[in-house]
């Protein structure tokens, strides 16, 4: 991997203000792609900081987002996502020998499938491999 450069990302926090966080982008030499460092607060195609999505997904009386759809979006999107970030530990934890001391957090999921490569993008992808 070769520094490239950075772009800004735009995201919401958990109090509903605006920020910007400054993502490094690499070019990956092996398969010519550009990749994206993705910091711990942030989750992968999402415009909520990772806390303010956990809250959401934790409790009815979220306060960020401020509409409801987008409440309901974010809570259906992690219940379609949620049996396959758990498969993707449990399979990681046999393969790799993990210490399975606590149940994993929504870090810990979202940190180990992006960082495996088992991060899904699209709906339909979760939906097909839960047959």
Not at 122 to 128: D, E, F, G, I, K
Request: hydrophobic letters at 35%; one cysteine or more; a positive charge.
């Amino acid at each position: 991997m070769k520094y490239y450069d950075r772009r800004r990302r735009k995201f919401r926090d958990l109090n509903g203000d605006r920020q910007t966080a400054s993502i490094r982008r690499f070019h990956c030499l092996f398969c010519k792609r550009y990749h994206s460092e993705i910091p711990d607060f942030l989750v992968p195609y999402k415009r909520y900081s990772r806390e303010a999505i956990e809250q959401v997904c934790q409790s009815d009386r979220a306060l960020v987002p401020e509409e409801e759809r987008s409440r309901q979006r974010l809570r259906t999107w992690f219940r379609s996502i949620a049996s396959h970030l758990l498969a993707v530990w449990q399979r990681l934890v046999k393969l790799l020998l993990l210490p399975r001391e606590k149940a994993p957090t929504f870090q810990d999921l979202v940190k180990i499938c992006v960082n495996s490569g088992f991060w899904v993008t699209t709906r339909s992808a979760v939906l097909a491999t839960s047959f």
